[in-house]
C-alpha cells in the first residue's frame, strides 16, 4: 500500500491531467459553455477593469509619483506595516483595480530592485486585493441584488487587508533598506510612445494568462458540476465553499443563490471567499511572482488570513447594526 501510495504522490498531477482531458472529452458540449462564460467574463468584466490599470501602473512608474510617495509616506507605510514609503503605491493600485494588480506591482519593484524580498513578501501579503468594481458591482447587485450589500463587503474587506498589513509587519527579520530615490522623472515626449508602447505589451502578456486562468476553472468548475462530483458533498454550504475556494466568481455566485430567509450566512462566507481569493487568482500571482525571488507563502497565508478576518468583521458588523439584517430579495420576489 505504500508502495502504491507514493507512486500516486509522484504522479498526482499527471492524474490529475489525465482526468481532466477525459473531462474535457465526456463533457465537451457543457465545456463549451463554460468557456464561453468564462471569455464573456473576461472580456466584459476582468479585461476592461484591469488592462487600463496595468497600463497606468506602468506608466507611473516611469514618473516622479514612486520617488515622492517613498519619500512622503515612509514614516507612515514603515511603523505600521514594516515597508518602505513606496509600498503604498501596489496597496491603493491593488485596492482601486483589484486581482492581481497588486502582486504584479510588488513584483516589478522586486525585479527593478527598488525593495528587499522580505519587503516584497510582506507586501504580497496585503496588497493584492479584490476591487471595488467586483465586490460593490459583481457581488453586491448583480449577484445579491442589493448595492448595500456589497459596499459592507467591501468596508470589512479593506478593513481586512489593513489588519493583514499590521500583522505581516512580523514577517521574517527586519532586511530592509531606506532607499531615497530620486525625483527626477525618466518619462520624455521623445520616449512617450516607446514607453506606451512597452506598457501596452507588458499588460497584454498579464492580461492573456489571467484570462487563460479564468477560462480554465470555468471548464474546471463546469466538470465538477456535469460530472456530478459535488454530489458526493451533502451539505449545499460546503458545496459552495469549495467551489469559491477553486475560482472565487462560479463560488460566490452559488453561495448567493443559497435561499434562505436571512443572508447572513450567504454574505459572511461570500466575505471569507473574497478575501481568500481562491485557487484560480493563487495561481495567477504565482504565474507573476515566478519572475522573481519572492515567495509564494506569505501571499497564501496572509490571503487566509485575509479571508478569516474579512469574515469576522462582517459578522460584527451584521451583529451591531441591525440594519444590516438583510433578507433574500430572490426568495422574495419568487413569492
Known amino acids: 500500500m505504500e508502495i502504491i501510495y507514493l507512486r500516486i504522490k509522484e504522479n498526482i498531477f499527471t492524474i490529475l491531467f489525465i482526468i481532466f482531458t477525459f473531462g474535457l472529452l465526456f463533457y465537451s458540449n457543457s465545456n463549451i459553455e463554460a468557456v464561453r462564460k468564462g471569455l464573456n467574463l473576461f472580456f466584459n468584466g476582468v479585461f476592461p477593469s484591469l488592462f487600463p490599470f496595468f497600463i497606468a501602473s506602468d506608466l507611473l512608474s516611469h514618473t516622479s509619483l514612486i520617488p515622492l510617495m517613498s519619500n512622503k509616506l515612509n514614516?507612515?507605510?514603515?511603523?505600521?506595516?514594516?515597508?518602505?514609503?513606496?509600498?503604498?503605491?501596489?496597496?491603493?493600485?491593488?485596492?482601486?483595480?483589484?486581482?492581481?494588480?497588486?502582486?504584479?506591482?510588488?513584483?516589478?519593484?522586486?525585479?527593478?530592485?527598488l525593495i528587499s524580498r522580505e519587503e516584497g513578501e510582506r507586501l504580497l501579503a496585503f496588497t493584492n486585493n479584490s476591487g471595488p468594481m467586483f465586490i460593490i458591482g459583481t457581488v453586491g447587485t448583480y449577484f445579491f441584488l442589493n448595492k448595500s450589500i456589497g459596499i459592507l463587503l467591501l468596508i470589512t474587506h479593506i478593513l481586512?487587508?489593513?489588519?493583514?498589513?499590521?500583522?505581516?509587519?512580523?514577517?521574517?527579520?527586519?532586511?530592509?533598506?531606506?532607499?531615497?530615490?530620486?525625483?527626477?522623472?525618466?518619462?520624455?515626449?521623445?520616449?512617450?510612445?516607446?514607453?506606451?508602447?512597452?506598457?501596452?505589451?507588458?499588460?497584454?502578456?498579464?492580461?492573456?494568462?489571467?484570462?487563460?486562468?479564468?477560462?480554465?476553472?470555468?471548464?474546471?468548475?463546469?466538470?465538477?458540476?456535469?460530472?456530478?462530483?459535488?454530489?458526493?458533498?451533502?451539505?449545499?454550504?460546503?458545496?459552495?465553499?469549495?467551489?469559491?475556494?477553486?475560482?472565487?466568481?462560479?463560488?460566490?455566485?452559488?453561495?448567493?443563490?443559497?435561499?434562505?430567509?436571512?443572508?447572513?450566512?450567504?454574505?459572511?462566507?461570500?466575505?471569507?471567499?473574497?478575501?481568500?481569493?481562491?485557487?484560480?487568482?493563487?495561481?495567477?500571482?504565482?504565474?507573476?511572482?515566478?519572475?522573481?525571488?519572492?515567495?509564494?507563502?506569505s501571499y497564501f497565508w496572509g490571503k487566509l488570513l485575509h479571508g478569516i478576518i474579512s469574515s469576522i468583521y462582517t459578522y460584527i458588523f451584521l451583529l451591531l447594526f441591525p440594519i444590516l439584517n438583510f433578507r433574500n430579495i430572490k426568495r422574495q420576489s419568487k413569492n
Open 75 to 113: 514614516k507612515l507605510m514603515r511603523p505600521l506595516f514594516n515597508v518602505p514609503g513606496i509600498g503604498a503605491f501596489p496597496f491603493i493600485m491593488g485596492l482601486i483595480s483589484g486581482y492581481p494588480t497588486g502582486a504584479k506591482i510588488v513584483t516589478d519593484f522586486r525585479k527593478q530592485n
Open 160 to 297: 481586512g487587508t489593513i489588519t493583514v498589513g499590521l500583522v505581516f509587519r512580523f514577517w521574517k527579520k527586519n532586511k530592509n533598506r531606506n532607499i531615497i530615490l530620486e525625483n527626477p522623472t525618466t518619462i520624455e515626449f521623445s520616449n512617450l510612445g516607446e514607453l506606451l508602447g512597452n506598457s501596452i505589451k507588458n499588460s497584454l502578456i498579464t492580461i492573456s494568462i489571467i484570462g487563460g486562468f479564468i477560462i480554465i476553472f470555468s471548464v474546471i468548475v463546469s466538470i465538477l458540476f456535469q460530472s456530478k462530483l459535488l454530489s458526493i458533498i451533502p451539505n449545499t454550504w460546503l458545496q459552495g465553499i469549495i467551489i469559491g475556494l477553486i475560482e472565487l466568481t462560479n463560488g460566490i455566485q452559488f453561495i448567493s443563490s443559497i435561499i434562505q430567509r436571512s443572508l447572513t450566512l450567504n454574505i459572511i462566507i461570500s466575505s471569507f471567499l473574497i478575501g481568500f481569493g481562491g485557487l484560480s487568482v493563487l495561481l495567477q500571482v504565482f504565474s507573476i511572482t515566478t519572475q522573481s525571488d519572492l515567495s509564494i507563502k
